[in-house]
């Protein structure tokens, strides 16, 4: 095959020039993203029901959505939560789960409940969770008068709105913050109570008159006509003429007992630019669409926006666009620097200019046409797959090493330009091949992890899959064919070595004859080495993502009291005047947030702040001057510190809590009497660090009682208590208007009301009199649940254990002791158990991995001793790797995590190499009439030297690849330094070791054989 291919160059390089073709057109084609397009396996559900209680709106409406939505095929949980006015409902899925079947499927459910809920609620809502759904940049619209923010709502959600939604990419436009005019009628009420006419009387003339007929037809012999019957009120003068009927049978017009006017709408929520009252839209790309061209298009039309408008101010904030173009950056890094060092390294070790082309040039074509190959398998280009191709592209030149020192040693033999091609190529075929498939073998396991991780590796996975195979290709082929070109006018005696590598090589021989003649002592250094993995394990701290340098923060505050929302928005402003000065930017979501995507609950009570700073210095100092500040303002309050997460670590940061004490009633009572019982039997708790969660926690409220007696006795029936009650404490909107352009809600306005005042409001009786709210209502100071949380099985509490627990292995049999002494069932949940699965799991993909490795060097070696002492030297590599990890105080991480796969592929692939050129000098040796002794002493001494520069040229390149990362600044080099230095350390150090190990492991193994 080869020399049919040798024959025949023209085509082989114009094929592969048509391949890089198509790897450019590709590469203008491929969709850039932040993360890959995965649908994450979960859907929420929002209820929002305006003035209901936690403990109402639980069992109205959350249990009844539990309990259908429980039986979703694939659903792995359900959790939910229910507070004063709104209601969230978390569903989990398997991750095999069709999720566009299931979302069909939740929302026929919620359908199918719509009769049993309350007419005046909204729908539920249900949202899918998707890797796309991060938002790539926000956009902050900021009136320049506080007047026309009525005004500038309108411009945002008519205009702004739709031109952002045209611009190619963009997929969903989300805000918070509008304002909308609403309509409010001020009744006179001391003449209404003269006309003996109560509010409901007003409500239902309004109504009666704002109906829409519908529409109707009529027939005209042959024709028919559509003849529209409509009463619509237009404008304040039909409003104004709508006739009231007194209790005399006159009527009087709206206006003599009302006033009529336009007011801004009541709002629950806010959304507050650097301190102002201010519009957030969220944009959100298409998962096809090119991030790093859209995110341009924004900033223009944003400019457009400025000129346009000139009534309200612009500004983009939270771009995180900069995480994928420090991907990018890190990637032409990589090719730029890294190349250049993988060249000087070749031209250092080799004696021609010839062969160091030829490997220089390698990189970009292997890298071009992986490129073509993206495209045909629908993968984007993003943090994960970009990653992946920086991994390999160290890689990428590591086979036409090989093949191209095998050549040339041929051609030291004598032989021709021609067979020397032929015969390098077919001495290295299997162990390159092997090589290769002990990489992907180690790499492509993980696609089988649990969760997001499985599906989100399997970009890295199949971008260094793609990248080796291409890089295979190239090596086989490509390589061959241009070096007979290249060399087919040179004479046999080309410079192959350097005076560099001759003196290495010197070295190398002396080291080995120094280490043969103590061979025990340098096999128990050896092994020593191996264990060393154990004492670093433990003094390297754990993370979940690698410490970048962090400027923004987030404020997740929660003022444990019953305060309005005005109140709310005032204690944020205050609060941002002590940010305003040492920030550079700040942002807040005051109260319930308008984002239709918004999933994490937020009440009237609770706010969330964000703001960034010009350091981490400055930003550490402010989050303490913010702790500081809560506990002496407001020491009621719960704050939570936490660093503003980019889109990368939103991914994979669980929210899950990480040891999770669920709690229910052994007598299924969920009352004060048992949350008081559990509060009392908190000093006994077996661990003291323990946290109470958010069910556990009260608010306080007012508890109406009707006596009932008292009502059938003054003549009150319920339907006027309820729209009266309603009135004072509850909803009072009357109705929608309409006209062609616009709409409003229609709303009484009977003034600012204490409990007491409005207690004494009159209330009409069946017998034409009027009487007291306070003759048959009064009220007490009441406790209630602030949130109510429920799973599959129910209602439950909880309790908190982190991180810093002693003692958790045992915790579960301590914590059910204390639960059934206090009257408690309990269950256990958290991302602690969930570590322990994932654990089990990886280590089965461990030893998948291990299988696999064992499997194809059986099948290269046909020997089943062999293999294992090829996967010997894997521990070599991971003690390596540690060390330097060790040394500059690194973490063991995501990325660390990734950087140890790789090594664990690439630290055997000398082993391979040296393992097969041995057996084969063995047998050359031994046919040539040596000893077996002598013929493995030759064997090991010269498989030593032909190995020695592959080993080097392969581990240099695809360390010096990745040397400009620790060295440049950005959070892409900071994300992935951690993995850097577990392939740099494994490569340098483990390979140092692995260059006797081998040599030393074989001969001990093999001469008494």
């Given at each position: 095959m080869i020399r049919y291919l040798l024959q025949r160059p023209i085509a082989v390089i114009l094929s592969f020039v048509v391949l890089s073709i198509f790897g450019l057109i590709a590469l203008k084609q491929l969709p850039i993203s932040l993360l890959p397009d995965v649908d994450v396996p979960q859907i929420v559900v929002k209820v929002s029901y305006p003035n209901t209680s936690a403990e109402a709106l639980e069992s109205r409406i959350m249990r009844p959505l539990r309990e259908s939505l429980n039986g979703s095929p694939g659903l792995k949980s359900i959790e939910t939560r229910s507070s004063n006015h709104r209601g969230v409902l978390y569903l989990l899925f398997e991750y095999n789960t069709k999720m566009d079947l299931a979302y069909i499927e939740v929302n026929e459910r919620i359908d199918r409940l719509s009769a049993q809920f309350p007419r005046e609620m909204p729908r539920p809502q249900a949202t899918r969770i998707n890797t796309s759904d991060i938002p790539i940049v926000r956009l902050q619209v900021t009136p320049r008068l506080k007047e026309d923010f009525i005004q500038v709502s309108s411009l945002v959600e008519k205009t702004i709105k739709r031109r952002l939604e045209q611009v190619a990419g963009v997929s969903?436009?989300?805000?918070?913050?509008?304002?909308?005019?609403?309509?409010?009628?001020?009744?006179?009420?001391?003449l209404l109570s003269a006309l003996q006419i109560s509010e409901a009387d007003l409500s239902a003339a309004i109504q009666s008159v704002n109906r829409d007929f519908g529409g109707l037809s009529v027939k005209d012999g042959n024709y028919q006509y559509f003849v529209k019957l409509s009463n619509d009120i237009n404008g304040f003068e039909e409003l104004n003429r709508i006739p009231i009927r007194t209790t005399s049978g006159l009527s009087v017009p709206l206006s003599k007992v009302a006033t009529i006017r336009k007011a801004p709408q009541n709002l629950s929520g806010y959304h507050l630019f650097n301190g102002e009252q201010a519009i957030g839209i969220r944009i959100q790309k298409q998962p096809s669409s090119r991030m790093n061209e859209?995110?341009?298009?924004?900033?223009?039309?944003?400019?457009?926006?400025?000129?346009?408008?000139?009534?309200?101010?612009?500004?983009?904030?939270?771009?995180?666009?900069?995480?994928?173009?420090?991907?990018?950056?890190?990637?032409?890094?990589?090719?730029?620097?890294?190349?250049?060092?993988?060249?000087?390294?070749?031209?250092?070790?080799?004696?021609?200019y010839a062969s160091s082309t030829l490997m220089s040039i390698n990189i970009p074509i292997s890298l071009i046409i992986t490129f073509a190959l993206f495209y045909a398998l629908g993968i984007s280009l993003n943090i994960i797959s970009l990653s992946g191709l920086a991994l390999g592209i160290g890689m990428l030149i590591d086979n036409s090493i090989?093949?191209?020192?095998?050549?040339?040693?041929?051609?030291?033999?004598?032989?021709?330009?021609?067979?020397?091609?032929?015969?390098?190529?077919?001495?290295?075929?299997?162990?390159?091949?092997s090589q290769v498939l002990t990489t992907i073998a180690v790499y492509l396991p993980l696609i089988l992890l649990p969760g997001l991780a499985g599906l989100l590796v399997y970009d890295q996975a199949i971008a260094l899959t793609i990248s080796l195979g291409v890089s295979l290709l190239v090596a086989f082929i490509l390589s061959p064919v241009l070096y007979k070109?290249?060399?087919?006018?040179?004479?046999?005696?080309?410079?192959?070595?350097?005076?560099?590598?001759?003196?290495?090589?010197?070295?190398?021989?002396?080291?080995?004859?120094?280490?043969?003649?103590?061979?025990?002592?340098?096999?128990?250094?050896?092994?020593l080495f191996s264990l060393l993995t154990f004492w670093l394990l433990p003094r390297i701290?754990?993370?979940?993502?690698?410490?970048?340098?962090?400027?923004?923060?987030?404020?997740?505050?929660?003022?444990?009291?019953?305060?309005?929302?005005?109140?709310?928005?005032?204690?944020?402003?205050?609060?941002?005047?002590?940010?305003?000065?040492?920030?550079?930017?700040?942002?807040?979501?005051?109260?319930?947030?308008?984002?239709?995507?918004?999933?994490?609950d937020q009440t009237i009570q609770q706010a969330t702040v964000y703001y960034q700073c010009a350091s981490k210095t400055e930003k550490e100092n402010l989050d303490y001057t913010m702790q500081k500040w809560f506990k002496e303002q407001y020491p009621q309050a719960s704050l939570l510190i936490e660093d503003a997460e980019n889109a990368f670590a939103q991914l994979f940061n669980s929210k899950q809590a990480y040891y999770e004490i669920r709690l229910r009633p052994a007598n299924e009572s969920f009352s004060n009497t048992n949350l008081d019982g559990l509060m009392a039997s908190l000093p006994s708790f077996p661990f003291s660090n323990v946290q109470k969660g958010i069910a556990v926690s009260q608010e306080p409220g007012i508890r109406l009682f009707v006596d009932v007696e008292k009502m059938a006795l003054y003549g009150v029936d319920w339907n006027s208590l309820q729209e009266k009650t309603n009135l004072l404490f509850g909803q009072n909107s009357i109705t929608t208007l309409k006209n062609i352009n616009e709409s409003y809600q229609l709303y009484f306005n009977i003034g600012s009301q204490k409990l007491e005042e409005a207690l004494q409001d009159q209330i009409a009786t069946v017998h034409g009199s009027t009487i007291k709210l306070s003759t048959f209502l009064s009220y007490t100071l009441d406790q209630s649940p602030k949130y109510i949380t429920s799973d599959k099985a129910g209602q439950y509490y909880t309790l908190y254990l982190d991180e810093q627990t002693v003692g958790l292995k045992n915790a579960q049999q301590k914590i059910r002791l204390w639960a059934n002494n206090s009257g408690f069932n309990v269950s256990f949940q958290g991302s602690y158990f969930e570590g322990q699965q994932n654990m089990f799991i990886l280590f089965r993909i461990f030893l998948l991995s291990i299988l696999l490795l064992y499997f194809i060097l059986a099948l290269q070696f046909e020997n089943l001793f062999q293999p294992i002492l090829v996967m010997l030297t894997i521990p070599l590599g991971v003690s390596g790797a540690l060390l330097l990890l060790y040394l500059q105080n690194g973490s063991l991480d995501v990325m660390a995590a990734i950087g140890f796969v790789v090594v664990l592929g690439i630290i055997v692939d000398d082993p391979i190499l040296k393992v097969e050129v041995i057996n084969r000098l063995r047998r050359t040796y031994e046919v040539q009439g040596q000893s077996k002794i002598q013929a493995l002493n030759n064997a090991l001494h010269e498989a030593g030297e032909i190995c020695l520069k592959p080993l080097l040229m392969t581990s240099l390149t695809t360390s010096l690849a990745l040397v400009p990362v620790l060295f440049t600044p950005g959070i892409g080099s900071e994300l992935q330094k951690p993995m850097v230095l577990v392939i740099i350390g494994g490569l340098t150090i483990g390979t140092f070791f692995t260059t006797w190990f081998i040599p030393l492991a074989y001969w001990f193994t093999t001469k008494k054989k």
């Open positions: 969903i436009v989300d805000i918070n913050g509008l304002q909308q005019v609403q309509m409010v009628i001020e009744p006179n009420r001391p859209l995110v341009p298009r924004v900033q223009q039309l944003v400019q457009v926006f400025e000129k346009d408008y000139p009534q309200a101010k612009f500004a983009l904030t939270q771009d995180q666009s900069y995480l994928l173009n420090a991907g990018i950056d890190n990637l032409n890094q990589d090719l730029v620097y890294g190349g250049i060092l993988a060249i000087l390294v070749l031209f250092l070790f080799l004696g021609n090989i093949v191209l020192d095998s050549i040339a040693r041929n051609r030291r033999r004598g032989l021709d330009t021609a067979d020397s091609c032929e015969t390098g190529v077919r001495e290295v075929v299997s162990p390159v091949l070109l290249f060399m087919k006018r040179q004479n046999q005696s080309v410079k192959e070595d350097t005076r560099f590598y001759k003196w290495i090589l010197r070295g190398y021989h002396s080291m080995i004859d120094f280490i043969f003649r103590h061979k025990l002592l340098f096999l128990a250094l050896s092994v701290p754990i993370a979940n993502l690698p410490d970048i340098e962090k400027t923004e923060t987030l404020l997740k505050i929660d003022w444990q009291s019953p305060i309005a929302i005005k109140e709310n928005l005032n204690r944020i402003k205050s609060l941002d005047l002590k940010l305003a000065k040492k920030t550079k930017t700040r942002e807040a979501e005051v109260g319930i947030p308008q984002f239709f995507l918004q999933t994490e």
